[in-house]
C-alpha cells in the first residue's frame, strides 16, 4: 500500500486552484494522509481575534496542494475517496465577518447599511463524546452540538487556464461548503489540465444548512484521502457518491441556478445509468430526489441534488470506484 | 369532542386565498375530517388525460375552504395540527406541463425554446406496504418509492385585501409545496382578516425536494386537521412544529431571498425564545440548523429553515399549542 | 367629444387591483380628466411627515379608480393614451423608508441589519421653467433636475380572480414605475374581467431607472387619458407605444426574469409584425433593440424592451390604436 | 508624442485576464493603435460558419494585450481614453449559440430543453453612411441600423492571483459588453499587480441593450486608446467617464446585485465628489440617474449606473483625466 504524508508549512499553502506549481505527486491508488488548516490560517484562536484584523485578503481559506496526479489528463475524471477527516485541535471558531454571510449585505448584494458587528465565537470540540460545544458572547447560554467533521473545500484546477480563489465553487469543485462531503464519501471531479492539481482545505467540525452567517465550526484536520483516476470518463460538475447516494452538485448564482445545475446533472447521469430517457428520469428524481443546500453565502452558491442508488436499480458507477476505495481505506484502517 | 366532517362538491372547489365566501364555520378546538381533491381536480387520471387538455386555467390546484374560524382577528395566530394525511384513492398522478418545473423556461423564466413534452405517470399506491410505484412511461423499469403523504398548500386569506392564487406561496401560507408538511405538524399562520379563513389541499403521496418536475405524487386526500387559536400572537411568516423541530419558512424569488426569509425568521424567533442577542443566534442557527428546499417551480419559490428544539434549550412556543393539539389528536384517533 | 372629469375622496381611493367596484363608468373614445393623489396619499408635506409615522400599511400607492370599460371582456385590450401629466401641486416629495429601496435589506432579501435611516427630500415644482429642485437635507447643495412628469402605475384587475396590491407590478399592470410611461404614451393592457376595471396612480415629477431608493420625486397629478378598447386582440403584458417605439415589459424577480420576459415579449411581437421567424426576430431585437430599467425595488422588479417601429418597417399595431388616439388627445387640445 | 502601433498574431491573442506575459510595454502618455479580432477569431465569415464548428472552446473572445504599464502598482487606477474604434472590415457577423443567451437555457441556467437553432448573420458595414446592414435569414426583410461601434471587453489582471477567461465581467473590467464603452469615453480600472497589464477586445459594430441573443454585430476593430495612470487611487470596479457623465459599472448574478454594485458605486462616489452625505447622494443619484444595462447573457451579468456631472456640480474626478486624455487625443487627431 502506497501511503503519503503531508502537512504544509504556512508558505506551502494555497490560495488559489490552478496558476501554482504542485507540491507534491500521486499514483493513483496512493493514500494519503493530510493536514489541513482552517479557513482562517489558524490566526483566529481567541475571541479576540476579529478575523479582519488578524487575516489578510486574499490570504483566506488556505488549501493544502496542488497535488500532481500521475497520467491525470483533460476528459479523465479524479476520485477522492475521503477515508477520515478528524479536528486537530480541541478547540475550533467561528465568526461573522463584515459584508459576508446570508443575511447581510455584501460586496455583490450591495447596500448602504453598515456590516454587522464583527464578532468571534470558539467551540470546545470533545472527539471522544464526538461534540462541539456553542458557548454565546453575551449570555451564558451553551449547548452541545454534534461533530460531524467535512470539507467546504475541495477542487482540481479549472479549465481554460482559469487560476480562482480558493473561496470560489464553481464547476473545478472549489468552496462547496456541503455537509455530504464527509468521511465515507468519494468525490468525483473532471480533471481539466495534465495532473489534474487538486488540493482540499477549509475543514469544519460541523455546519449548518448554507452556512447562513459566512463561516462554520472552523477547525483544522487530520484528514485520509484516497486518490483514484478513471481514464477517459469526463464529469461535467463535481459529483460525490457515498454507500447509499448518488450525488451532482452546481454552483452558481442565483440560488436557483446552483439548483438547476445540480438537478439537470443527476437527471441526466439517472438516465445515462439506467436507461430512462430523460423525461423519464426527470420524473424519477422529481419524486425521489433530495436537495441538500451547501452554502448561500459564498462568491457562487451551491446546491447537492442526491438519490438513493437503490432507487435506480443499484448501478455501478465510475468503474465502481467508489467500492474499490472503501476497499483500500478498510486495509489502510486495519492496517494501523 | 367537536368533530367536523367535510368533502367540498366541485362547486365548492376554491381557487384563491382571500376574495371568497367561508364554506363553513368551525371553533378552535374542532377535529376537522377534510377531503382534498389533487392539484388536477381529479381530471388527470390515466396517462392520456394531458392537463393542458382536461384542465383550464385557473381552476387548477383546488383547495378545501376556506374555513371561518370563530374569535379569529388580525393579530392572532391560527394553529393547524395535521393529525393524519391518507392517500383517498388508490393511483396518483404526476406530469410535466408545458413552460412549468425548474428545468425549462417558463411564464417568466421565458425562453424561446419549444416547451418539454407534455407527459403523465401514474402511481400505484399501496397503503399497506406504504409504497407509491413509479412505472417509467418508456421502458419497463418500475420502482417502489415509500409513501410520505403531505399536504403542498395550506394558508390562510392574504393581507392587505389581496386574492392570492392557491398556486402561489407568499406570507399567507400557499402552496408552499414543503415536504415537512407531514402528519404529525402543527403549522402557524398569522391571521390576516377576520375569520382567519383558512384552506387546505394539493395533496401530495410523497416529493422530492424542490418538486422539480413541477409536480409531485398528486393524491386526493382524506386529512384530519385538529383546529387552535393563539390571541394577540402574530406570526410574520408560516411556521410549523413537530415533536422534535422548530420550523420557519420563507417564499419569494429568486430562491436565495427565500432561503434569507426563512434563515432570518429562524433566527429572529429563536434569539426570542432563548434571550440570546441576535448575533448569537445568527451563530447558533448557522451551525445547527437545516434548510431543507421546499419549491423551485412555482411562481414564488419556498425555502425551510429548521432547528432542533432541544438546541434551544426545548423552549414552549405559542402557548404549547403543539403539545395540546398532539394530545386532542391522540384522544381523537383512540375514540375511532 | 365624450369628456369626464374626476377626482377622488379620500374615501374613493383604492389600494388594489381586482377585488372593488367601479367608481365608475366609461365609454370607449372617452377623455377622462383624472386627478391622483401621490404614493403617500399626500401625508408627507414636509421633511418633518415621516411615512413611518403619517401613513398606515396598506393604505399606501392610492390609485384613482376602478372604472368600467364599457364592453370591454376578456380577449380583448384597453389602450390608454396619456395625453398629460401635470403636477397638481408646486411640491413633492421622496423618502427612504424602513427596509424599502434597492441598496437596503428589505421584507424579502431579510438581513440582520438594521434598516437605514428615514428621511424625508421635499422638491420644489416649476412647472414654468420645467424643473425640480433638489436640496441636500445635510448641506446646502441644491441642483435643478428636468421635470418629466409620468405615472408609476397603471392597471387593469388581474386574471385568474387575484386581487393584487396596487404596489405589486405584473401582467396585469400595475406599480412598473418605468420613467416611459410619460404623457404622449399608449398603454396596451389585456383585459382579464369585464369591463377591465384600470385605474392609475403614483405620479412622479421625474424618477431616476430603477427608482433605486424606493421612491421617486412623488407627486398628485392632474393627468387627462384617452380611453379605447381593441376587440378581440389579447395582450400578454403590457405594452407601450409612441410615435417612435414599441415597448413590451416585464415584471418579475429576478431582475433577469423581467428582463427576459419584456424581451421574449418584443421578439414574439416583433416577429408577428414583421412576418420574421423567431430567430431573425431574436437577431434583430438583440441589435436594435433598448432595455429601460423600471424598477428594481418593487415586490417584482420590472423592464421595459424597446425598438424603433422604424426598424421593423413602421408596423401598424393594435388597429392603429395609437395614432388615432393621438388625435382624439390633439382635437381634445385644441378645443381647449 | 509618444505612438505605438500594435497588432496581434494569431499566436499573441490572449484568453484570460491574468496568468500571462506581456506582449508589450507602454509609458502612460502613450498614445496605442491597436487591432483587436472580433470574438469569433475572425473564423465566422459567412453564414455557413457555424461556431460551434469553427471555434474551439476556450479559444473565444480573444484579447490584444497584455500590456504591462510602466509604473503601474496595486492601488493605482489605470485610465484608458478610447480615441477611435473603427470596424476593420467591411462586414460584421453576430450569431446564436447552442445554450448561449439571454432566451434559453444555458451551462448555469441549465434545462432539459434542447438548444435554440445555431444561426449566423452577416451584416456589411458601411462606414461612410454609418451603417450596419442586417439581413433576415429566413426572408428578405434588410434593414439599416446606425453603426456605434464599442469594445465589449476591457480590463486588467486580477486581484488575488486570479486568471479569468475574457467572456467573465468582474472588478477587473472583462466582458462587460455596455454599448457606453465608445470612442469619446475614459475607462478608470483599479490596478491589480504590478504593471497593470490591460488588454483590450471584442469589438461591436453596434449592441442592443443586454445583447439577449449573446452575441453583437461582431467586428474585427482599428482602435486608438490614449493611457494614463493615477497613482495611489484606488478604484474598486471599472467606471467610465465622458464629456457630459460619471459611470459606475457592476457586474454579478443575478441582475439585480449588478445593478446594487453599480448604484452603490455611483453613490457612494457621488457622496465623495460633491460632500454630500450617503443618504442625499442616494437621494439625488435616485432621481438623477440612469442605469444602462450591459449584458444579460455573460457568465455574470453587468449593468451601469451614470449621472451627469452637471448635477453633481461638474466635479473633477481622477485629476481630470478625462480632459487631459481627450485633449492628447485631440493633438494625436489633428497631427494625423
Redesign the interface.
Known sequence: MNIVSYQPTPEELS??F??RAAVGKVRPGTIMELYTEDCFGGRVRSVADLPSRVCE??YLNPVTGPFHVEGAEPGDTLALHFVSITPARDWAV?T?FPHFG????T???????????E?V?RYDLDLERGV?V?H????D?S?E?PLDPMHGTVGVAP???????TITPDAHGGNMDTPELRAGVTVYLGVNVEGAMFSIGDGHA????????????EAAMRTVVAVELIKRVPTPWPRLEDDLYLMST?S??????A???S???L?TWSAAL???????A????????????GN?CDTN?T?VAKVPKA???GPSVYESAHTRLRDLAERYASGR
Chains 1, 2, 3, 4 share one sequence.
Open positions: 490560495y488559489t490552478g496558476g485578503f486574499p467561528s461573522t446570508a443575511l447581510t449585505g460586496h455583490t448584494t450591495a447596500m448602504l447599511q453598515p456590516p454587522l458587528e464578532r465565537w462541539a456553542y454565546a458572547r453575551n449570555s447560554f449547548v452540538l479549465a481554460a487556464n482559469e487560476s480562482r480563489m460541523r455546519q449548518g444548512h448554507g452556512e447562513v452567517c459566512g463561516t462554520a465550526v452546481g452558481a448564482r442565483p440560488l436557483e441556478d439548483y438547476r445545475i438537478q439537470h446533472d437527471v439506467t436507461g430512462l430517457d430523460e423525461l423519464d426527470y420524473q424519477l428524481v422529481s419524486q425521489a430526489g433530495e436537495a441538500p443546500v448561500v452558491y446546491m432507487y435506480l436499480g
